[in-house]
Structure formats: C-alpha cells, structure tokens
C-alpha cells in the first residue's frame, strides 16, 4: 500500500518556475513507479506574488502551505528590490514569513560532491574528493529576525542579532542526532570571542554536548571556519551554526559541490518540511531554458527521505542523477573544458535525461 501526500508546489520568481517542474516531475514518476498517491497544488510567493496581491505571502498560499505534508519550493527575488533598498515590501519578507509561521527552524544542506563533478569546482580534485558535508543552519533567530533600525536622517541603522537558548537547544539535538548517523563528528560555529549572542550559542552546545558523549564536538569561529572549508573540506562531517553564518557559508560550500545549481536544502520544524534549491531566482539567467535543474531534483529526494521517510525512493532519484552526470551530460554551470558540447543540455533536456534515468 503506498502512501498518500498532499504537496504544496511553490514556483516563485525567476528560475525558480523553470526548475521547480522537474522537482514535481520526479516527484510525479516515483509516485507512479512506487504506487504512491502524490495530490498537488500551487502557490505564490515572492515577487510575482507582490505584483499580483501586494503581499510577499497571500493568505491563501500560508493557509495551502498549512494543509499540506511538504512544500517543494523554488526561488524568490527580482533586480528590482536589490536596486533599491527603500522598498517596504520585499519579496525575502514572504520567505522568512512562512518560516517563522510553520516553525521551520533548522535547515539542512547536504554538501556531498558527486565523483563526475570533480572538475567543475575551482578547488582542486585531491582536496574535494570524498567531501561529504552536512550543515544545520537556525533560520528563525538571529540578525534576519532581531529588532531593525534606521535613524530619521538615514544615516545610522542596526540589526539585532539575538539568540533565545531554546532555538540554541532544538537545532543542536538536531544536528547531534544527525551526526549520531553519520562520523559521529559536530563543528559549532560561532564568533564567541566578539559576538554575546556567539558566547550563548557556544555555552548552550557545550551544555547539549554532553547528552552525546559519543559524539566528537569541536568549536571554530567564523573566519576559521570559512578558511577551513576551502582548504580542507573533508575535516567537517556536520556543521551546526547560526542563520547569517550558515547562510555564508552554505554559499560558500556550494563551491565544493560544483555549482550552486547542484545543492539542495530542507527546512524542517517539528511537523512540515520546506524544500528548495539554494540557487536563488537567477534573473539574469531566467528564460533562457539554461538553469541547472538537478538541484531542484535534489530537494525533492531530500522530500522524499526527510518528511516521507521513503529512503529506497530518495535514494534511486540520487542514483537516476548520478547517472545523468556519469553519461557526461552538463548543464552550463557544471560543464568544463573537457564536456562534450553535444553534452551541454538546457533545463528540459537535463530534466528529462533525469527522468529517462528514472524510469
């Protein structure tokens, strides 16, 4: 007997609406090949959520988002709000709403580089190979949510940056359950010999620490760190951290995998999950049938392992994708000199050679 899900499908801006397709087509083929009962629906958000409501989250899309059991996500954003910072209404409002909203508070990105894309990173090979990362970013504290100001003359403005100790405690436990899984190995990072809101996250994984006695915790500051992922990626097995320093970084570490094009990630809270590439909307790039869709592929395995617990089905999308890239098909972001150029594929072809694997 399969199983029967309801999937909120949340396009956005950009690229985003041309990758998120081939998400909910896997995810459609596995539904079918596995005998499973995927119902879905749609909703905006983001940009072309402003131009049609005026709101960055309509409603009706948060009240879809609430009724569903996982939402596949695609991106937001527009030129238009990063020429001009004075706008009220901003498309990443609609994001950290419906966070906040659906109590995602933890957001996993795998940073794992398939063998085939050894040559797509800047880095060299001897340093990226066998690099298998995952980060657990907080996403509802931090400078994105603390207290905003800007003086009446404009010419002074903050961002608090705050930590309560229960976001501390619940996004560690999960990070240290999931190293429990994995090499038993957790990097905390922080600024603590600066930042307050650094020496409470530190005293509070020091305190969870010792409830995993198995669990080698190391603690490295955010610059280290930053330089250490470069240099030796294969050292980190789980990295715990903040909402602005695992937003850095997960960026940073999308270096290790190739391309940005290739990383999936999942905000999870304690009921639905939230999944999405972390490319952003691309807007240069956006209709020109160019972007990669495999990280949109990514987050909807990442869907099917994390908030449906099917791991043969998560894992055979892994596999249909690996053996897309073994074939040596490319999209631009991932090519290099010694791709075919017959092999260089547009978002359709890469998607449907996915699926032509699937299948």
């Known amino acids: 007997m399969g199983l029967e899900k309801k999937i909120l499908v949340i396009p956005g801006d950009g690229i985003g609406q041309e990758v998120t397709a081939w998400g909910q087509k896997v995810l459609m083929t596995i539904a079918k090949n596995y005998h499973h009962t995927f119902t879905f629906e749609e909703g905006v958000m983001g940009h072309v959520a402003i131009e049609a409501t005026g709101d960055p989250l309509p409603h009706e899309t948060l009240q879809k988002a609430r009724n569903s059991d996982a939402i596949l996500f695609g991106a937001i954003g527009h030129a238009k709000y990063d020429n001009d ?31 085939e894309l050894l040559e797509a990173s800047s880095i060299k090979p001897e340093i990226l190979r066998g690099a298998d990362i995952l980060f657990f970013r907080e996403l509802t504290g931090d400078v994105y949510f603390g207290e905003k100001m800007r003086t009446a003359d404009r010419n002074t403005a903050s961002d608090l940056m705050i930590y309560h100790r229960y976001e501390v405690e619940r996004i560690a436990r999960k ?157 631009m972001d991932i090519a290099n000199k010694h791709t075919v150029n017959d092999c260089i594929m547009g978002t359709d072809a890469m998607g449907a050679k996915v699926l032509e694997n699937l299948n």
């Not at 706008?87 to 995602?104: A, D, F, N, S």
């Not at 933890?106 to 940073?111: D, F, M, S, V, Y």
């Not at 715990?240 to 094009?261: K, R, W």
């Not at 990669?292 to 089905?313: Q, R, V, Y």
């Open 85 to 115: 910072p004075t706008l009220k209404v901003r498309p990443e409002q609609g994001l950290l709403k419906i966070r906040k909203e659906l109590g995602l508070y933890a957001n996993l990105r795998p940073i794992k580089l398939f063998d």
């Open 175 to 331: 990070a240290y359950d999931a190293a429990r899984t994995r090499r038993k190995k957790l990097c905390s990072v922080d600024k603590a010999n600066v930042l307050e809101a650094s020496r409470l996250w530190r005293e509070v994984l020091q305190e969870v620490a010792k409830e995993y006695p198995d669990v080698e915790t190391e603690h490295m500051f955010i610059d280290n760190a930053a330089m250490q992922l470069i240099k030796d990626p294969k050292r980190f097995d789980v990295v715990v951290t903040g909402n602005l320093f695992g937003d850095i970084l997960t960026d940073e570490a999308s270096q290790i995998a190739g391309s940005m094009g290739m990383l999936a990630s999942a905000s999870v809270g304690d009921s639905i999950g939230f999944y999405e590439p972390i490319h952003g909307s691309a807007h240069d790039i956006a209709g020109k049938g160019i972007a990669n869709p495999l990280a949109s592929i990514l987050s909807a395995a990442l869907m099917l392992d994390i908030s449906f617990g099917l791991k043969t089905e998560s894992q055979r999308v892994i596999k249909a994708v690996e053996a897309t890239l073994r074939q040596g098909f490319r999209t």
